[in-house]
């Protein structure tokens, strides 16, 4: 057997059960164990594998030095002509994560006590296909695999108020786009594995588009809700925060049908 042959069976065999870097006990993962024995080492199969978001966190802050490393390791990540146009703005202020929370940002960000701003450059020539936000995207990725190997669970968040008002709060240069808000902290409980809903043909086409009859969503109205937020979001902040309470029940669900 070839090394490469070898490679393809190490991947295929490898799962939440095979893996050896989280406890998992038939049904859920312990991620927080890692917390106090960290594995920063942990094979990147494994991270990827293991790896849940996590919008509930342990009491205990994550320390600035620690957050600081983990950043400073994740600059490593892919970016556009490797430019690393990367900013990064760390929150642990109560005030402003909740007034962040009463603007309309996720709901649970009231309940987080760590979170930072991926900034990236937006003097981009390739608006076409939006490299700035793509490089964003890449560290957002690092840092979370990152942080669970050290036992810090985090998530990615979309759901914030647009970005002209995130640049006046944050006092954000004009040539510079917030990519997202990611929360962090270290893992509080169990995480269930969720099955991933497309592997092999119905996930990889070869040399073209070619991926049998699909099936969309039907259970939301995905227009109706892109020109609802539009409009929330249009609402001034001061009138927002008044409202916070009534449009908790209209928050994005989770939605587990398999759609294409």
């Known amino acids: 057997m070839s090394d490469r042959d070898k490679s393809s ?25 890692i917390a106090s024995t960290p594995t920063p080492d942990m094979s990147v199969l494994d991270a990827i594998i293991t790896r849940r ?26 970016s556009a002509c490797n430019e690393q ?18 603007r309309g940002s996720a709901a649970f960000l009231r309940k987080t006590k760590q979170a930072f701003l991926v900034l990236y450059n937006n003097r981009t020539d390739n608006l076409k296909y939006s490299d700035h936000v793509q490089s964003g995207a890449a560290f957002i990725t690092t840092f979370s695999l990152l942080a669970h ?32 808000l990611v929360t962090f902290g270290f893992y509080r409980h169990r995480v269930k594995p969720r099955p991933r809903k497309r592997q092999g043909e119905a996930l990889i086409g070869r040399n073209r ?45 989770f939605y587990d049908e398999v759609a294409d």
């Open 85 to 102: 146009r990367w900013k990064i703005i760390y929150i642990d202020d109560p005030g402003i994560l909740e007034d962040l929370y009463l």
């Open 149 to 180: 190997a050290t036992g810090i669970g985090s998530c990615w968040i979309g759901h914030v108020p647009n970005r002209g008002e995130i640049r006046r709060m944050f006092g954000i240069d004009s040539r510079f786009d917030t990519i997202a």
């Open 209 to 253: 588009f070619d991926f049998g009859e699909l099936q969309f969503q039907t259970s939301k109205n995905i227009f109706a809700r892109r020109l609802l937020i539009r409009l929330y979001y249009w609402v001034p902040a001061l009138l927002r925060r008044r409202i916070r309470h009534w449009t908790l029940p209209y928050e994005k669900k």
């Open 53 to 78: 978001t996590s919008r509930s966190y342990a009491d205990e802050p994550v320390p600035f030095e620690l957050f600081e490393n983990l950043v400073n390791i994740a600059s490593h990540a892919p």
């Open 9 to 33: 069976q190490i991947l295929r065999a490898r799962n939440v059960e095979t893996q050896s870097s989280v406890r998992f006990d038939g049904k859920y993962l312990f991620p927080a164990e």
